[in-house]
């Protein structure tokens, strides 16, 4: 046993109670395990890169990997591994997936997060210029909180986001007025649901305030 696993990393369990193990190198891996460190099957111990995470959606038979080489599908059924065609995408090292509510996944990677829909395979990256902390991430450094938000951790920071503010960017909104003040002095005459206002200002008078909101 010892020379299989001189040190163990991540630990993936599948639905069925079967434990995935990856090897840590230099000739990279991933053991099965059924029951008290005994190995049913030696996999794929070819591997070129390491595996980082995994994922098995509800009532699948099949696990996602996410490696530094790619991401891999393999069959829980006949433990046939099989590489998923990312050329397009904008890394090919990949550290996690974390699921929303939807059934897509947001996979943590060396450039940026994807989102990924396993049913019409679409994606959408998302990268440093729309707010992440990094284009990097880190292994093991994700979570789905309870309120259904995912948490990303990566070298410089960490990326907290709900799926569902997805959804809403095409969305139409509206912006209304909350309140209007000059010189700290809140306009009582400003309605804020009118469609149009006449504000006047004096001499002397430089400050004006407004506080706004949307339907979102």
């Not at 299989?4 to 991540?10: A, D, E, K, M, S």
């Not at 891996?29 to 098995?56: D, N």
């Not at 989102?115 to 395979?121: A, E, I, K, S």
């Amino acid at each position: 046993k010892d020379q299989f696993f001189p040190l163990i990393g991540n630990i993936f369990v599948t639905q069925e109670g079967y434990v995935f193990t990856p090897s840590p190198g230099p000739v990279y891996g991933l053991f099965l395990i059924v029951k008290k460190s005994v190995i049913q099957a030696l996999l794929y111990r070819q591997h070129s890169a390491g595996f980082y995470g995994a994922y098995q959606a509800p009532g699948s038979d099949s696990l996602w990997l996410a490696s530094g080489d790619g991401i891999w599908n393999l069959n829980l059924c006949d433990y046939s591994l099989k590489k998923f065609p990312t050329e397009d995408w904008p890394s090919r090292v990949f550290y996690g997936f974390l699921p929303d509510k939807e059934g897509r996944l947001w996979i943590s990677s060396n450039g940026g997060i994807i989102r990924f829909n396993p049913g019409n395979q679409d994606w959408a990256a998302f990268h440093f210029e729309d707010g992440l902390q990094s284009n990097e991430f880190n292994a093991g450094c994700l979570t789905k909180m309870s309120d259904g938000s995912l948490a990303f951790g990566g070298p410089d920071g960490l990326n907290v986001f709900h799926p569902d503010f997805f959804q809403k960017l095409g969305e139409k909104f509206y912006v209304y007025l909350n309140s209007l003040s000059i010189e700290d002095k809140v306009q009582k005459q400003i309605h804020p649901f009118a469609d149009s206002s006449i504000v006047y200002m004096h001499p002397g008078e430089y400050a004006i305030d407004i506080d706004y909101g949307s339907t979102l």
